[in-house]
């Protein structure tokens, strides 16, 4: 693999907000775009990381989607990909050489999905829904009315629209209006307005209450009689502690075996997810998706270095970089709810101490900025190492039980 290449990714949306995939990419040292040898190693890279040979597909339902050239469509890595997960972006220009056109008709037919861009769509002609199954279509708020009359004709066709540049929830919406399928943008960083925040839901309180309690290591008949206080979250509980998942060897009935079978430091790991997904203000599905995924991440990050019992402090602290956010406070006055070790506050609102360059990375891989080669040099980790992290982390998020 490239010594010098970093995975970076952007989460694609559907009109439901729902995250439906990736899209992958390198982030070189140099400048320029990729070589077909570097293209193809991306796809090798993912196919090795996330398609187990046990387990399968580790990223469930979600579907990547990669960049790709001529010279790389009858790679054997495409082979080890489950197709139907599985889409190669291609310029549309690509397809007037005839070779490439019928080895894109020949993976279409395996199930492989390709997606253009840089098409005209009212040159792509009939044959588009053969040759594609998702097209690129730039989206520009000026003139909705023309760009409705553009997309006709791959409605028309049955192949699916990919709207980018979405960078607004408003041109969100505007695309959803306009029939599109789905949306890449910065909207994985930017929480959905329109739910004024005034404090806490009753759901966060209880559980920022237990999460002090288990910090304290407090009985277990104290937590067990706080959690009595929110049917759905001792539900919630009871559901994940008997998950097939988490592998109990029986059936557990009670909220204090339960408590006691978790233990006190996944405890604090659980409550830490539910936190995140218990907002209701701001309420975006790819806002908390990206809080679990870069909470992962910064803690593998930080495994080669840091000692073991510290994974807990760096996955806390990218679940909260995020929770300002979720919750639409103010970081100040979320770090007042709750108290974290310094070394976590000095991170949340400085980016300094020893915690804070991990949790940089962690937040460069979700941004083609050019600063993950950078980060990752100054705390001595591989691109390689870097690359692994990032995709076990997007597969850890999509096998919770939360």
Known sequence: MNDSNFIVREPLLDPRQRV?????????????????????????????????????????????FLDAVPAML?????????????????KASDLTD???????????????????????????????????????????????????RSYSTAKQSGVR??????????????????GLDAFVGKLHLTPRPGNPVKGMNPAQTIILQLMQMVKRNDDIPKLEA?????????YKLMRFINSVGFGAAREIQTLRQAIAMLGYAPMYRWLTLLLATASTSGYSPVLMETAVVR?????????????????????????FSLLDRLLGLPMSEVLNTIQLPD???????????????????????????????????????????????????????QNLAI
């Not at 775009?33 to 339902?61: C, K, M, Q, Y």
């Not at 629209?161 to 695309?175: I, K, L, N, Q």
């Not at 949790?359 to 980790?381: F, K, P, R, T």
């Open 343 to 397: 070394d976590v506050v000095e991170a949340l609102m400085t980016g300094g101490g020893k915690y804070g360059p991990y949790l940089a990375l962690a937040e460069a891989c979700e941004l083609n900025s050019g600063l993950v080669a950078s980060q990752a040099a100054a705390l001595d980790i591989s691109p390689v190492e870097v690359n692994k992290a990032h995709l076990s982390a997007l597969a850890w998020a």
């Open 226 to 234: 706080v959690l009595k206080r929110d049917p759905a979250l001792s």
């Open 20 to 64: 439906v995939g990736y899209e992958l990419s390198w982030q070189k040292n140099a400048c320029g775009p990729s070589t077909d040898a570097e293209l193809e190693e991306l796809i090798a890279f993912v196919a090795d990381n996330v398609n187990h040979e046990d387990h399968g597909w580790l990223l469930r339902d979600k579907v990547l």
């Open 161 to 178: 629209m990919v709207g980018r540049p979405v960078s607004t929830w408003e041109d969100f919406d505007a695309c959803a209006a306009l």
């Open 98 to 148: 005839p070779d490439t056109l019928a080895a894109v008709q020949g993976l279409r037919a395996g199930g492989v999905g390709i997606s253009l861009r840089d098409g005209d769509l009212a040159h792509l002609g009939d044959n588009l829904k053969m040759s594609a199954s998702f097209i690129e279509v730039r989206f520009a708020g000026a003139d909705v009315a023309a760009q409705a």
């Open 295 to 319: 909470g992962r991440l910064t803690e593998l990050l930080g495994a080669k270095s840091l000692p073991r019992g510290e994974g807990e402090n760096l996955f806390v602290l990218g679940m």
């Open 74 to 90: 009858s790679t054997d890595a495409l082979y080890a990909m489950p197709p139907e997960r599985t889409v190669l972006t291609l």
